[in-house]
């Protein structure tokens, strides 16, 4: 099946600080990702929808100018969290669905991020 | 907007054994897939098994299958012959089917399994 990566797995960083969470898309295009946060024993909550060429669409909530998405290529999405702070340390996970398909979604391995 | 729940925090299996794990959903719209993921503790999203709502015939996958009941928004999940790599945290979902619909997939609150040896 396709796969999408994510870099990188782990990260610490200090609070104030920011940081960069890259998703690819390593054997097919995706013009679409999607952007989850995930919270110890909680469920997967859409952050955003990253769009190859164009503006990402926030979920109502989630500060776009604190997470800011940017689909540079059909291969690739990046998530910065500017200014981080404790209460953002989670598991970011990415997912590309497959175009003409999209019953079929692909999912990163995530992204554990501590901010100290 | 489309919910999906799970009512069972935490369901424990013996090994061998057959368990059920329950889903509802709530959606207005005519069209739309079903999914259980498995997450395991590596974190890694696992697709187990998809429902096309215009599909009558329940979806089955070697020792997993669902009972799709769409009027009443019912989408369960039976694990047979429980193994102990089955344990994990088990997430439904839905999607809708149409181009104009939510694209990115609604998560329930997950039910984790247990097998017990």
């Known amino acids: 099946g396709a796969v999408v990566s994510q870099h990188p797995s782990r990260v610490i960083c200090k609070s104030g600080t920011s940081v960069k969470i890259e998703c690819r898309s390593l054997?097919?295009?995706?013009?679409?990702m999607f952007w989850y946060r995930q919270f110890p024993k909680q469920s997967l909550m859409l952050m955003a929808t990253s769009n190859e060429g164009s503006k990402a669409t926030y979920e109502q909530g989630v500060e776009k100018d604190k997470f800011l998405i940017n689909h540079a290529s059909l291969t690739l999405s990046t998530l910065t969290v500017t200014s981080a702070h404790p209460e953002d340390s989670s598991f970011y996970i990415c997912?590309?669905?497959?175009?003409?398909?999209?019953?079929?979604?692909?999912f990163g391995p995530g992204t554990r991020l501590t901010v100290t | 907007a489309q919910t999906v729940t799970q009512s069972q925090p935490e369901m424990s299996v013996q090994e061998a054994e057959t368990v059920t794990l329950s889903c509802t959903y709530d959606t207005s719209e005519s069209d739309y897939y079903l999914f259980w993921y498995k997450q395991p503790p590596s974190r890694q999203m696992i697709l187990v098994i998809r429902?096309?709502?215009?599909?009558?015939q329940n979806a089955t996958e070697n020792r997993f299958s669902v009972n799709f009941q769409k009027a009443a928004k019912s989408f369960s999940l039976k694990i047979s012959d429980s193994q102990l790599g089955d344990a994990a945290m088990y997430f439904c979902a839905y999607r809708s089917a149409f181009n104009t619909g939510r694209r990115a997939l609604t998560f329930g609150s997950g039910t984790r399994l247990q097998v017990q040896p």
């Open positions: 997912s590309a669905p497959l175009a003409g398909a999209p019953y079929e979604q692909y």
């Open positions: 429902q096309e709502a215009y599909k009558q």
């Open positions: 054997d097919f295009q995706a013009t679409t």
